[in-house]
């Protein structure tokens, strides 16, 4: 009898070590960690000031944009001390130069930690939404813009249900749609449930009446945006190397309606404004990113999707560099032929295209 046992437990623990290799090996499919990618360069210069990666850009229908800068963000590299700080550019200015936003308010200056960004626009006002992590805690600024280098704090909003922002799309004044790239707040249980396969990151809607997970089932939900009639939803999740389409329906719930393969692993997600054209911020290569060695580095790939709700969607790779003009880009952010990318703690381009 004591040697079936034994069998059996041999059998079982040679299971789970199976299972786990078998794993660790999807892990590393998943991350890319072997893709080389061929540099596709367009004319592009450093935007001047922007030296502490840009991890979000966004830009208004006028041409104004907004940076999130200075992300410091679990096992990513920042070349960077000091608080995080917002940015805008304006690009119908002939010498678009990055000015240093002030932030009047109650916020804690001290512990801001900018991520995604999305703003808001009304026939005259413009209101900025900013994930924000202070002390490694997730909770989103509401601020109100104020010409020509103010942002006014309106709110922090806070939720149990909001516990791992990574970007969010804002669709009202005072509502927005967030992805929680974590399953749990942990670290350690997070990467448990990657390394176990488990699609449990959520999209959160979140409006002062209602707050409620509005889609669920990625395995890490990234970049989030709306199409111009603000209708359709689009999730990048990274780890699965897709953008997802979803419906708006009442309640905010998102109906899903598809997704489409980017095979490379997209973060921020940019609409243009007129075209409707969805612009990606990748990584190539997800191991590169994480074990960040300067003598290879990661690199930086921009994916476009043209007629997203179309049958057949057109990708084209816009741009892509391996890491020695600029590391782990996050955005991608068009503007009448102006492309902005920015980088998770990097430095940010301005290109054509
Ligand atoms: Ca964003
Ligand atoms: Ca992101």
Same mark, same amino acid.
């Given at each position: 009898?004591?040697?079936?046992?034994?069998?059996?437990?041999?059998?079982?623990?040679?299971?789970?070590?199976?299972?786990?290799?078998?794993?660790?090996?999807?892990l590393?499919?998943?991350?890319?960690?072997?893709?080389?990618?061929?540099?596709?360069?367009?004319?592009?210069?450093?935007?001047? !000031?922007?030296e502490?990666?840009?991890e979000?850009?966004t830009? /208004?229908k006028?041409?104004?944009?907004f940076?999130?800068?200075?992300?410091?963000? $679990?096992?990513m590299?920042?070349?960077?001390d000091?608080?995080g700080?917002?940015y805008?550019?304006?690009?119908?200015?002939?010498?678009?130069?990055?000015?240093?936003?002030?932030?009047?308010?109650?916020?804690?200056?001290?512990?801001? !930690?900018?991520?995604?960004?999305?703003?808001?626009? /009304?026939?005259?006002?413009?209101?900025?939404?900013?994930?924000?992590? $202070?002390?490694?805690?997730?909770?989103?600024?509401?601020?109100?813009?104020?010409?020509?280098?103010?942002l006014?704090?309106?709110k922090t909003?806070?939720?149990?249900?909001?516990?791992?922002?990574?970007?969010?799309?804002?669709?009202?004044?005072?509502s927005?749609?967030?992805?929680?790239?974590?399953?749990?707040p942990?670290?350690?249980?997070?990467?448990l449930?990657l390394?176990?396969?488990?699609a449990?990151?959520?999209?959160?809607?979140?409006?002062?009446?209602?707050?409620?997970?509005?889609?669920?089932?990625?395995?890490?939900?990234n970049?989030?945006?709306?199409? $111009?009639d603000?209708?359709?939803?689009?999730?990048?999740?990274?780890?699965?190397h897709?953008?997802?389409?979803?419906?708006?329906?009442?309640g905010?719930?998102?109906?899903?309606?598809k997704?489409?393969?980017?095979?490379s692993?997209?973060? !921020?997600?940019?609409?243009?404004?007129?075209?409707?054209d969805?612009?990606?911020?990748?990584h190539?290569?997800?191991?590169?990113?994480?074990?960040?060695? $300067?003598?290879?580095p990661?690199?930086?790939?921009?994916?476009?999707?043209?007629n997203?709700?179309?049958?057949?969607p057109?990708?084209?790779?816009?741009?892509?560099?391996?890491?020695?003009?600029?590391?782990?880009?996050?955005?991608?952010?068009?503007?009448?032929?102006?492309?902005?990318?920015?980088s998770?703690?990097?430095?940010?381009?301005?290109c054509?295209?």
């Amino acid at each position: 009898m004591a040697a079936v046992k034994k069998v059996l437990v041999a059998v079982a623990v040679a299971a789970f070590a199976a299972f786990i290799g078998h794993r660790f090996l999807k892990l590393k499919e998943m991350s890319l960690a072997s893709r080389e990618l061929t540099v596709k360069s367009l004319n592009c210069h450093y935007i001047k !000031n922007i030296e502490c990666g840009a991890e979000d850009i966004t830009i /208004t229908k006028d041409g104004l944009a907004f940076l999130s800068t200075g992300l410091k963000y $679990p096992f990513m590299p920042s070349f960077c001390d000091g608080p995080g700080k917002m940015y805008v550019l304006d690009l119908l200015h002939p010498k678009p130069t990055p000015v240093a936003l002030h932030i009047t308010g109650k916020l804690d200056l001290a512990s801001f !930690n900018p991520h995604g960004i999305s703003v808001y626009e /009304t026939d005259d006002s413009v209101y900025l939404f900013v994930v924000n992590h $202070p002390h490694h805690n997730s909770q989103v600024e509401i601020f109100h813009f104020v010409e020509e280098d103010t942002l006014v704090h309106l709110k922090t909003v806070i939720h149990p249900l909001l516990h791992s922002v990574n970007d969010i799309v804002a669709v009202g004044a005072q509502s927005f749609y967030a992805t929680n790239d974590h399953s749990f707040p942990s670290e350690a249980l997070h990467a448990l449930g990657l390394l176990l396969g488990l699609a449990w990151c959520d999209v959160v809607f979140y409006s002062p009446e209602e707050v409620a997970v509005a889609a669920s089932g990625f395995l890490s939900s990234n970049g989030i945006n709306a199409s $111009p009639d603000k209708r359709y939803i689009y999730v990048s999740d990274i780890m699965d190397h897709d953008i997802d389409v979803f419906e708006r329906h009442e309640g905010q719930q998102l109906k899903y309606i598809k997704s489409v393969g980017v095979g490379s692993l997209c973060d !921020n997600i940019e609409v243009d404004h007129v075209t409707g054209d969805v612009w990606l911020g990748c990584h190539p290569n997800g191991m590169k990113l994480l074990k960040y060695d $300067p003598e290879d580095p990661p690199g930086s790939e921009v994916i476009r999707i043209q007629n997203i709700q179309s049958d057949a969607p057109a990708l084209s790779r816009e741009y892509a560099d391996d890491g020695r003009v600029i590391m782990a880009s996050t955005v991608a952010a068009p503007f009448r032929g102006r492309l902005l990318i920015g980088s998770v703690f990097h430095r940010a381009l301005s290109c054509t295209y």
